[in-house]
């Protein structure tokens, strides 16, 4: 889960803004002993691998999603999702009450209480400093956030009041679509259709946020308490239960496990967890035993804050004020948050978490490392990273893996500046170890690779997402899986036809790409992909099937189960030394987009406003008249005010 994307439309501006004890500070790293459960199949698996020296192992076919989130409607204390995973598709995926009075996807009224109690630090003198703490604070500030807070670029999102967003079943004309953050994208017989499109492996995450189930609306939280971990082991019996009715599915104990399940056509499922105050109080070792007797074999040691393991990468300022809730730091040496402050993280001068991973965090590597567990260093700082591979390269090199990211040379100046984004730098040390990435299917605009063959001219789609897996592939030669991070909080692969299309940028670009989308040879699919985009688990065929059609080569991806799994079973074997020399790693090749404003000045302009040529068909709103297939808006006042109508 990659977190709450809090893209904010203009009126709250604020919201986007990261230019840049209980005391208030300012500034200018054992294994456990034997598992509760059966820690047998811990052990190097039956067969061998020809990175560990062993015999050479048949490739295993089928696609690899290494994030997903199936049971998040009882994450949040059950308050945050509409829908379920599982039952009829009229009651499962039924349509919602469109957020009044609201079952789900609202924030409560009064947030402050969220932001803190700090010594000799008011909320007052702490807006001040960042203003956004003010939008928050104010009365009624969480309504109104709740109404922006999935919002952005070509999209008014699904929370809040989102009366035009409630039809569910049957037609799914407001959700799932690939905007959707509060609605399930992950229904049983949607994953069965990914499943039977090749689907083979799945790395189920159960996950939390205790700070989020605070700031949900009361009347709508299942289990006040708040308590992260119970809302995991809810998750893992979830998981437990869906396989013993669903014949198709089983859940991988081992590396052998997974082979063998795969190897029966059947699904691969791998348990995770995803949270950020992981196993927070007492011992947790006993803790650790426990999620494995529960069959979790890997997991996060952060996610979006600082915890007692290790430090995590800041990137969305809506988490840096939940650690100012926690830590009342505030940091000056970089700014991130807002102007040149950063709330709660304590960054160098190049914004970068200055916290590795702790004392407990190095134990509980190597615990997980001694049970032959994997660790996913998504969201782990970079210093935390560092001392991750130092960890695994004294142990013969063993693999470590990203579940879901974002390369940071394909992104654009902003997103890249985030520590969240994997550089290249972090992509040799999974090399290296014999790791593996897992690709976000995001919507996001991202640079030009140069040496995809498809090309970069719709922003958002599958166009942008091919950029990615080709620079992955191509350049960084990466073993390379998906990962969805589906119900997790972030929006998905937009669509290339239809009113979303196109929109990851601004609003003219996005009318000229939609409509040369329209006069290309990549014709649309004629299934719900085309309108919806990756709106859940079961378009999985359609998003892979789009990328064949623009002449990306998805063979990898369709046989990235193999991948998983051989670096499950390097983990779990002896090593000897690298997997992998990475000296034919290369990041030539990409185009970095220009700024939006000198893209926008390539267009023409009337009353200081751009428009798109020749865009709006017939009965179309429009401005003027060269917005027009026709040349003609009638009716169109002084300047587009009030809008026409294409002739």
């Known amino acids: 889960m990659r977190g709450p994307v809090f893209t904010i439309s203009p009126i709250l501006v604020l919201l986007l803004a990261c230019n840049g004890g209980q005391g208030q500070t300012m500034d200018s790293g054992t294994s456990t002993g034997s598992s509760t459960g059966d820690t047998s199949t811990a052990g190097p698996p039956t067969t061998g691998d020809t990175t560990t020296g062993g015999p050479e192992l048949p490739p295993l076919q089928g696609i690899a999603d290494l994030h997903l989130h199936m049971f998040a409607e009882e994450a949040f204390g059950g308050g945050w999702f ?13 349509p919602c009450d469109g957020g009044e009075p609201g079952d789900h996807g609202r924030l409560r009224d009064d947030l402050g209480p969220l932001l803190g109690s700090c010594e000799g630090m008011t909320i007052e003198e702490l807006a001040q400093l960042v203003p956004l703490v003010s939008v928050i604070a104010a009365p009624g500030g969480g309504g109104v956030v709740s109404e922006y807070v999935s919002q952005i670029p070509g999209s008014l999102g699904d929370t809040g009041e989102h009366k035009d ?42 996950d939390s946020f205790d700070w989020l189930c605070r700031a949900i609306a009361e009347e709508n939280v299942e289990r006040p308490q708040c308590d992260e971990m119970e809302d995991i082991k809810l998750q893992l019996e979830l998981a437990h239960e869906f396989v013993k009715t669903h014949d198709w599915a089983e859940i991988a104990l081992t590396a052998a496990d997974a082979r063998r399940i795969v190897e029966e056509d059947r699904l691969a499922i791998v348990l995770s967890v995803e949270t950020s105050h992981l196993m927070k109080d007492g011992d947790w070792k006993p803790q650790l035993d426990e999620l494995y007797a529960l069959g979790v074999r890997t997991l996060q040691p952060v996610h979006q804050l600082d915890n007692r393991f290790g430090g995590a990468a800041p990137h969305n300022n809506i988490f840096h004020i939940a650690q100012y809730a926690e830590n009342c730091h505030i940091d000056m040496d970089c700014g991130i948050t807002q102007g040149p402050v950063t709330l709660g993280f304590d960054v160098d001068a190049n914004c970068r978490n200055t916290l590795g991973l702790t004392a407990e965090g190095e134990e509980l590597v190597g615990a997980m490392m001694d049970l032959g567990m994997l660790v996913d260093a998504a969201h782990l700082s970079e210093k935390g990273v560092r001392h991750l591979h130092e960890l695994s390269v004294a142990r013969d090199y063993y693999p470590f893996y990203i579940s879901h990211g974002h390369f940071r040379e394909m992104l654009p100046a902003a997103k890249a500046r985030e520590e969240k984004t994997t550089p290249a730098w972090i992509i040799e040390m999974l090399r290296e170890t014999g790791g593996m990435f897992g690709l976000r299917t995001g919507h996001e605009e991202v640079n030009t690779y140069e040496q995809s063959a498809v090309a970069n001219t719709c922003h958002g789609s599958s166009r942008s997402f091919a950029q990615s897996y080709d620079f992955a592939r191509l350049g960084l030669k990466i073993a390379v899986g998906l990962g969805s991070d589906l119900n997790g909080f972030i929006q998905q692969v937009r669509p290339r036809f239809g009113p979303d299309a196109c929109s990851a940028s601004f609003p003219t670009e996005g009318a000229c790409q939609r409509r040369d989308e329209l006069a290309g040879d990549a014709s649309p699919l004629g299934t719900a992909y085309d309108d919806a985009g990756f709106g859940h688990i079961g378009l999985l065929p359609d998003l892979l099937a789009d990328l064949d059609l623009l002449g990306s080569d998805t ?54 406003e751009s428009y798109c040529e020749a865009s709006l068909a017939a009965g179309e709103a429009c401005r003027f008249d060269g917005e027009c297939i026709s040349g003609t808006c009638a009716d169109a006042g002084e300047c587009g005010t009030p809008r026409g109508t294409c002739a």
């Open 82 to 94: 509409h829908g379920s995973h599982a039952g009829a598709g009229d009651v499962a995926l039924a």
């Open 555 to 608: 063979e990898p991806l369709r046989n990235s189960a193999d991948a998983f799994v051989r670096m499950w079973e390097r983990a779990a074997a002896p090593r000897s030394g690298p997997a992998d020399p990475v000296d034919d790693l290369d990041v030539q090749g990409v185009v970095e987009l220009p700024a939006h404003p000198a893209r926008e000045a390539e267009f023409p302009s009337e009353c200081d």
């Open 165 to 206: 967003r409630a039809a569910g079943w049957p037609g799914f004309e407001g959700w799932p679509r690939w905007d959707v953050i509060a609605h399930q994208q992950v229904w049983e017989e949607q994953l069965h259709d990914a499943y039977m499109a090749g689907l083979r492996l799945e790395v189920m995450s159960a």
